[in-house]
């Protein structure tokens, strides 16, 4: 049901059955590289195309959270998701592998949320039994098509961040009596489109740190929730700039997060060692997708964190909208998960 | 709630309470013209691209689609809408314009029903009083785009369909009982990926073919409808071949269905003087959008069809996927729609 402006409450508490959680070789060597179920060696998979390689992530990823969920591909009903490549290509052609109907979206950066948020709904209403869901990018699929081809080697700026090449997909189902140790979906919040004049697209982080802080702020005023209601707030890649940004936003609105209940999923992915490419942190579709559906699920199920808020950030600009002078609208899409025990 | 494998069925019956209908020049002139409620004379619309001008539709037909419905801005609760152009830019920013909670979806030609089904979802289900929904294109920015810039002149095979400008948005909410003569939303199938390996740009209605075919069908088995259930199918883009393929495909199942209740919104908007230009029919996002809450929900409302079943196909191709050898997926999505009266 709809609560205060723009969230919804789950009172049936769809169930994240199964995740499947695919990357890349630089994903493999980062900080949470155990944590990805598959992890490709090579960027190009043996596809021909790094955008049939992203499409190769989705599906494995689908396949992979299936299985996880202890249900059978024909008891699916909808496939929810989307990517960063125009038309999102690399989605629909796993959608087609898949069969599954299909509701593709864009969100950029924020679709793993805005997909969480929708197939949650859905579910909670018995408006599906079960639904996959999930976002991905791939690193060198996106960077020719937002920046340049990474094969030029083109330096980047220190504000710049690295996009993740990677698949984050979830079964998400009605949840029973009997589960134990299960993560279910309780409420989420809506991002409007928020745009501060920014235009840099080497300054992601930066320009959609506004857009989280909003989301954020929103969700504790529509649910009227204390602001240590949550064990940690997770942003999906604001990176180093945008996620300080983004808390002197929210401590300036008086909302006092201790910092480490207050993390980024784009610093959270890469090691330390990988700084000098990563630059400010991890972005893309795939960074919050894959941090959550596997590191973040992770921690909750050893207990580490009950309560949860995971508020995936978008860049909705476009090359061509770039070479015309356009800023860069953000938005960002927040999904509270609890730990059912 | 869910029917058969991929329908649901909407009892609280949400209403399409408004519509705003814009179109451009060539649209203006067409059999159509009369039904649109704002026809730009230029492509350009005053902005400094086709692009921004994209924008501008959409951000008309929800100002009048708000309008119509007799509700204030500050009463909606969420923008579900998506276009062609790359990350689907121009909603993108008419969702900054307007400043609502915002589902971008990407669906191609599809979107206006992806978007109806979804917004009927919320509304029926208490997760909105009222959303803005919808979709558009621009023919010279998707052209650009998806094929060569319209000011080359090239010349296409006749079995090219012509996109249209225009944007198709309508704010659905719930009805309530004192509501007569009120088009609502009573059920929606959502469609699979169908690829039966065509891979021609110039040949979309033939590719999108099967893929209405097996929504329709689909549609008429999850709700165990009599096959003349509905006064008029009206399929979204086909153009004549695809229009033509689908009503066989449809017939050869034993869907017998009489031809004057089977339409195309592609085949309906232009007239008979413009067919040089369009070809084998009207395409484009915007298509089904602008004959289906222009022309169709006007006819509805002088008692011309009672219940009507909206079948908007999609594309989702990317010239990426088509450069790269792809075949092209293909999608459809059906909502049906009654008038209470």
């Avoid at 992601?204 to 969700?219: E, K, N, W, Y």
């Avoid at 199920?301 to 950030?313: D, E, G, P, S």
């Amino acid at each position: 049901m709809l609560v205060g402006k723009q969230s919804w409450r789950f009172d049936n508490r769809p169930a994240i059955l199964g995740t499947g959680v695919v990357g890349g070789p630089f994903e493999g060597k980062g900080r949470l590289g155990s944590e990805f179920d598959v992890v490709y060696d090579k960027l190009w998979m043996n596809e021909d195309s790094f955008e049939k390689a992203s499409r190769l992530l989705v599906e494995d990823a689908v396949k992979i959270a299936i299985k996880k969920s202890g249900k059978q591909q024909d008891e699916m009903q909808f496939f929810l998701a989307g990517d960063l490549i125009n038309q999102i290509t690399p989605t629909s052609f796993a959608a087609r592998t898949n069969s599954l109907p299909y509701f593709g979206l864009f969100g950029a950066c924020s679709t793993s949320m805005e997909g969480l948020a929708l197939a949650a709904f859905l579910v909670n209403y018995g408006g599906a039994k079960h639904v996959v869901t999930g976002a991905s990018s791939h690193n060198s699929a996106v960077e020719r098509q937002f920046r340049y081809p990474t094969e030029y080697g083109g330096q980047k700026a220190p504000t710049a961040q690295w996009t993740v090449t990677g698949a984050g997909m979830a079964v998400v189902g009605e949840s029973s009596m009997q589960m134990t140790n299960q993560p279910v979906v309780v409420g989420a919040t809506i991002g409007k489109v928020i745009d501060m004049g920014m235009s840099d697209p080497l300054n992601m982080g930066g320009a959609m740190a506004p857009a989280a802080f909003d989301t954020i702020f929103t969700h504790f005023q529509d649910f009227a929730l204390p602001y240590d209601h949550y064990d940690c707030i997770f942003t999906g890649d604001l990176g180093e700039i945008g996620h300080a940004t983004c808390y002197e936003l929210l401590m300036q609105k008086g909302v006092n997060l201790p910092q480490n209940k207050f993390k980024d999923c784009g610093l959270l992915i890469y090691a330390d060692s990988q700084k000098k490419d990563v630059l400010s942190g991890g972005s893309g579709a795939g960074c919050s997708a894959t941090v959550f559906y596997g590191h973040i699920l992770n921690e909750m199920k050893q207990n580490r964190y009950k309560k949860v808020l995971i508020c995936a950030t978008g860049a909705l600009l476009s090359p061509l909208s770039f070479q015309q002078g356009e800023t860069i609208p953000c938005i960002a899409h927040a999904v509270a998960v609890e730990l059912l025990n």
